[in-house]
């Protein structure tokens, strides 16, 4: 299983970015996905999660409002879009894939991060 996850990148402080996962060597409509951050010194956190066909959406508190999670079971493609971003942004962001939905850190498959810098 890979999940290579990319887009991230430097952007000001209410900017936007979007994040895509692409997933292969799982049968991607049989797997819940995740986004995750983890920032310097700090404990991976849940980010956002969608369930196999995206009728099960749920967000953290802090992102609620400014993030999207989508999915295209088609593509194998998972994607995090990111508005109004904040400096407290700031993280490696980790795309993963698990079979129940969750919003702690037990999942099966995880990505190697894309890195998501927001300037003040």
């Known amino acids: 299983v890979q999940l290579q996850a990319y887009g991230g990148g430097l952007v000001q402080a209410g900017g936007s970015l979007r994040l895509s996962c692409a997933a292969s060597g799982l049968t991607f409509s049989n797997y819940v996905m995740g986004w995750f951050r983890q920032a310097p010194g700090n404990e991976r956190e849940f980010v956002a999660v969608i369930s196999m066909r995206g009728g099960t959406i749920r967000y953290q508190d802090s992102v609620k409002g400014r993030f999207t999670i989508s999915r295209d079971n088609a593509k194998n493609l998972v994607s995090l879009q990111m508005n109004s971003l904040e400096p407290e942004d700031t993280a490696v962001y980790y795309c993963?894939?698990?079979?129940?939905?969750?919003?702690?850190?037990?999942?099966?498959?995880w990505g190697q991060g894309t890195l998501v810098t927001v300037s003040s």
């Open positions: 993963a894939a698990t079979r129940l939905i969750t919003t702690t850190t037990r999942f099966d498959y």
